[in-house]
């Protein structure tokens, strides 16, 4: 089933949650043990996440390295099925612009949809760890509304490279948002504005980045609905868990922690003190969204269900 019919035909807030694929070399018995503890409150989908190639350097003869391309979490797709097929839970797979031709990614929509997959979430995907900024595949796509373009065009039978009509495709396509603007955006009216065209495009729903401040949400959620943006908007939390996080997430997702937070962060001493705040914060956080009648909430597990179990256990 689509996400966007799940949440037409709820009358309450549901519950999702997003997850990595295991490090190369580990077992799929690890993505079931962090999925297990959480099926108690019968999330309506599950997010995979889609991790680029890296370039690291191994040495070949002594002295002599040599410049490899490897992913460290491949299976996106291998475990969409899998959860699928043991959990009956509709999956939605990540799908990237970065490292693809509009063929390989055509390819991949079709594998999808023999696998009866019928949902994902169409993003740019960020720079690889050695770009600066953002490299397109040389006949892949810029932006993401380039690809949910052509996701579009599928679901009308319009496929890239052929010029008559083929079966069409019957995607239901997520997009990403963000309540505290893109990194690259000059600001938050162009974000706006670039976000519009991805739904325009046919972009069914929006997740949005995490944040830690509600006000944030209820303020991007205002500004959508101002510029003509009507889907449903569903916020994505994650639990803050440790003392690395203080200054990891703010740096690597561009997102502030509001003082309230922040001044009790400063309080904390040990790993446990922020984990116990981050749960608690994140029980706050989930109530009043819950309260405000938002259309799910998206919780980003990063493959550690236990945070986000707890915060479960206190809402659904
Ligand atoms: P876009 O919508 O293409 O936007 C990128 C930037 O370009 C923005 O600043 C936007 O304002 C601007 N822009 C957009 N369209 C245009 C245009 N036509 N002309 C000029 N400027 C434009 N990354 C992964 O690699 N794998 C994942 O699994 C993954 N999952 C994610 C899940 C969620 C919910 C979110 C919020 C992010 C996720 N990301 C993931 C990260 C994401 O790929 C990055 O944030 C990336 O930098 C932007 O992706 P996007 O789809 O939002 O890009």
Redesign the pocket.
Known sequence: MKVIDHINTSKETLFSF?ILPPLKGKSIQSIYDGIDPLMEFKPKFI?V????EEYVYKEREKGLLEKVSIRKRPGTVGICAAIMNKYHVDAVP?L???GFSKEETENALIDLQFLGIDNL??????PIKTEVS?TPHPKGH????ELIEQIDAMNKGEYTLDDIKLEPTNFCIG????PEK????MNMQ??LF??K??VDAGADYI???MFFDNKKYFEFVEACRSVGITVPIIP?LKPIKNLKHISFLPKFFNIDLPDDLSNELLKCKTDMDVRNLGVEWGIQQSKELKQAGVPCI?YYTMSNSKEVKEIASAIF
Do not use: M, P
């Not at 996440?49 to 680029?52: E, L, M, N, V």
């Open positions: 997003e997010n996440t889609y991790h680029r990540h990237i612009c970065g979430l169409a993003l740019r995907g960020d953002f810029r932006y993401a509304v997009t990403a948002g963000y893109h990194f690259e955006a162009t974000d670039y976000l065209q991805k997740v949005t980045q994505g998206h």
